[in-house]
Structure formats: structure tokens, C-alpha cells
């Protein structure tokens, strides 16, 4: 690697670092468990996939939507079954790489995909309102408030700004320090990280979770462990394609879900919070110039280098400059063009879009994610379906011949039906079945059904011109229905 993409990279990832500090902290506190777990997690899982995973500039940590998923196993049986879960969970991201699952992320439509970052955009911005509050949870006021608007814009502007004039070093990074010296010249009254919470620490050790090794554990995580997989993965192989996408290169799915596995099982076993692919932090990393799996190892090694020796200057960071820096990122990762778009594409996929977008604010990503494909999917069914159609000849011996083209499923079988008058038909009927592709077993049910129908009114039916696909599908089923 050249010495400048080196340069590049490493501040990418320091910059990055920066961003987590806050993030992981916060949702450690959502999680209702020490902060510090929530730092060994970011450690731990962001080095791991850093250097292991199939996505290089990626970053990934304890991220606030698996948290949210584990809040009420911490309330009600305590962090040692949460550790359990967070192995466990690990497995089941570990399992589900070694098959190979993680290609199905093609699956998701790009609106759900358009629905995803808006919706997180959304989250990011939203929850850095909670800045704006003072220790006690009260809306800042006065001088306060004018103050922590005051860094917040200045530290927009930076961002903004400085881009234009040098690229030589990342804009988030300039803005964060820049913004950090001025309050401590100035000695300005505003929040800092050390509000949070205090981020000094030892070297993460070795812990087997302290929990019965029975069946009544396994009921107890096993949901949570399944729930926090799934997320896990949806969020960190979206995140993936949006990588891909703004890279312009092609990742490995499968070795990231690998990847992703190994490092919750580490930090379950070492004392962190489960975690994985954060949108914001990969932003911030790939707006910065990091591209490379340095930049992913570094973010990593900075956390834990200041929980052993640099909080003092990190917890001096102010609140609002992580705060403006967040905003400027859910700014980015807004999918605007698609408010553009949302009346130029099919009702459904603007549908989509929407119900993707709220449903993530309101609830969680897998829920929105799986509403959008569920959306999307009986969208084009049912488009399929009306596709339907049929041609109809008479030969001169009177024999009349259908030649139906689409695709006969579950949701044509009812149109598939109407395209036929048994009653009215001649003695011999062909279907000519060169133009229909045969899809599932409510395709040969709706086959079976026909046949029955003429056969019920005395006449023949059979097909003709089946591609060696469907024969072998027909012949399988061992249907009855006569053939060529």
C-alpha cells in the first residue's frame, strides 16, 4: 500500500474511533449494563472484522439496534445470561456464514434497501437530540443551549467546508479536534464524553458466562440469541451493499458473516456487548478516505487503547462536536434522490420506500426490512400474475389448441383457470406449452385441476411442447394429466 492510501487510512479509522466512543456508550446505557462493556464490544468485534471480514472499510461495534433487542433480558435475568446470548448469537451469525446464507442479501429490493438508510438516517439524527439534555435528562436552556447549537453548527461547517479547500486530512477529524481545543481554550460550559459516562479501563479478560449449562438457559437465550443474529446480520449485510455501492467494488458476504460470528463469540467470552456493521461509523470511515482494512483495525485499536490509557483527552471531547459530526452523516446517508423518485416508480415500490422508512424508526430493522420484502414480493406476484394470457386456434379437424404465456404459480392459478371453457370446448384439447414456465405444485394442482374439469365434461385434454424442465416437474408429481 503507497504510504498516502496508508496516511489516508489510518486517520479514516482514528476519525471513525472518534464516533464510536459516544455511540457505544450510549447504547451500552440503553442495554442498561456498564459502558465499558459496550467499548470491549466495539473493540473486539470492529479489530476481528477489520482484519477478517469480506468487506474491508466496514466498521462494526456495539451497535444500538441489537441492544435494544437485549434490554429486557438484562432486566430480567442479568449481564451473565447476556453474555450467553451474545455467544450464542455468535454461532448462529458463525453458522449461517459457513452455509453460505449471506448471498441472500441479493434478495432485498433496492426500495427496502432506499427505506433502510433513510430510516437509520433518521435514528442517527434523532438520537443525537439526546445531547441536547443536560445530566438530570432536562432539555438544555439559555446559554446552554446556545452554546451547544453554536459547537454543533461550527462543527457542520467544517465538515462542510474544509473538503472543498483540502482533502489532505478528513474534514470530521479536523472538525473534532478543532471544535475540542476551542472549548478548552475558551473554557465554554458544554457537555462532554466524561458526562457520559468514565471510559478507563483494563484489558478486556477472559470470562465463561456464569450461567447453568441446561435446557433452561438455552429456552431463556436462545430467543434473544436468534433475534439478535438476525438484525445483526440484516443490518451488517445492508450495510455491506451500501459499501459495495459506494466503493464500487465487490465484497465477500459470506466471510463477513463469518467474521461477524467470531467476533461476537470473542466479545461474549471476553465481556463485551454483542454488536455489527454500523451505517454512521462506516460513513464517517468512507467520507474520511479509509478504504482498506487499516482503517477498520485502527478505529478498533484506538478504542482500546483509550480505555487503557488516553480517556483523560478523550473524555474532554465535547458532546456537540460527535453531535454535529453524526448530523452531517445522517445528512449523507439520507437517500434524497429517492424523495425525488417516490412519484416516478411503481406505487408499490414508493410503498415500499415509505413503509421501509417508518417501520425502521418506529420498531426495528428486522421487522422493516421483512415487511419490505414481504411487500415487495406480493407486489410482483400479483404483477406476474396478471401477465397471464393465452392464445387460442381452431385446426381444421376441430380440435382447438390454447398456448398460454407467462408463468403458471400460485398467484396465476385463477387467472391460469379462466383462460379455459371446458363446457364449450370441443371433444380434443391441446395445450401448448412452449410459451408457460411451470413454477411450483399449485402450478401442477391448477394442471390436475383443468384436466379434471374436462374430463368431468367428457372431453380430452392434454399437453404439448413442455420444456424438459416442466416434463421433469410433471413427471416427479406423477400427475395424471396426459402428455407429448
Known sequence: MPLSDLRGNILAGL?????LVPEC??????????????????FIICTITALFGGR?????????SMAVVIVALVVQHG???LLATVVLGGLIMLLFGLLRLGKLVRMVPHPVMLGFVNGLAIIIAWSQLEHFKDAQGAWLAG???????????LTMIIVYVLPRLTRAVPAALVAIVGV??????????????????????????FHWPSVPLDLATLKIILPYAALMAMVGLLETLLTFNLTDEITETRGQPDRECVALGVANIVSGLFGGMGGCAMIGQTVI?????????????VSGVMILLFILFLSPLIERIPLAALAGVMFVVAQQTFAWGSLRVLGKVPLTDALVIIAVTVVTVCTDLATAVLC?????????AWQHALELRSDVQVGKDGEKVYTPHGTLFFASTTRFQALFDAQQDPEQVQVDCRALHVMDHSAIAALETLSERYEKAGKVLSLRGLSQRNRDLLERAATRIPFQ
Open 15 to 19: 476519525t471513525s474511533s472518534f464516533a
Open 25 to 42: 456508550i450510549a447504547f451500552a446505557l440503553v442495554a442498561q449494563v456498564n459502558p465499558l462493556m459496550g467499548l470491549y464490544g466495539a
Open 56 to 64: 474491508p472499510a466496514m466498521i462494526s461495534g456495539a451497535a444500538g
Open 79 to 81: 449481564v451473565q445470561y
Open 143 to 153: 446559554r446552554s443551549l446556545w452554546v451547544m447549537l453554536g459547537l454543533v453548527l
Open 180 to 205: 475540542s481545543l476551542l472549548v478548552a481554550w475558551l473554557d465554554l460550559p458544554t457537555r462532554t464524553l466524561a458526562d457520559m459516562a468514565a471510559i478507563a479501563g483494563n484489558l478486556p479478560t
Open 285 to 297: 470511515n468512507l467520507s474520511s478516505g479509509g478504504r482498506s482494512r487499516v482503517s477498520g483495525a
Open 372 to 380: 419490505g420484502i414481504v411487500i415487495a414480493a406480493l407486489a410482483f
